[in-house]
């Protein structure tokens, strides 16, 4: 249909209950500094989506939970139809070639959460400072 996101582009965090999406990445060559993680969402309805973020990362051979940053579980407006870009959560410890995964966990069971819909992960939209 045009104008809709295919189901198999996201993933489907589903309302009424908790739900989990993961993703991966690894830190850029041209990394310097300043690094964030922001989870990019979509629904079909507006209202506020109660979700937690977290990234754990760190370098080959470090041991899985040397470093952990997120946001805490936060009520994020989001507008119906959008990319809503929502829980940006700064790496405070990355470094070039640290292997990122990330969490985005949907409280839709939460009373302070009002999108009464589905909610789609589409992705994490990363921004750093680069050498050139």
């Not at 996101?5 to 993703?23: E, H, K, R, W, Y």
């Not at 080959?60 to 940006?88: F, M, Q």
């Not at 302070?112 to 589409?122: F, G, H, K, P």
Request: proline share 3%; hydrophobic share 45%.
């Amino acid at each position: 249909v045009p104008g809709e996101l295919p189901s198999n582009m996201a993933i489907v965090l589903p309302d009424a209950v908790q739900a989990i999406g993961f993703g991966s990445f690894s830190v850029p060559v041209d990394f310097v500094s300043t690094m964030t993680v922001s989870a990019v969402v979509t629904s079909d309805s507006s209202g506020n989506c109660c979700a937690f973020q977290e990234a754990n990362y760190g370098a080959a051979g470090e041991i899985i939970n040397k470093h952990i940053d997120g946001t805490g579980v936060l009520a994020s407006a989001i507008v119906a139809d959008r990319r809503n870009v929502i829980h940006t959560t700064a790496l405070a410890s990355a470094a070039v070639g640290d292997y990122v995964n990330l969490l985005l966990e949907r409280f839709g069971d939460d009373i302070t959460d009002t999108v009464n819909d589905d909610v789609l992960l589409m992705g994490w939209l990363v921004s750093y400072t680069a050498d050139s």
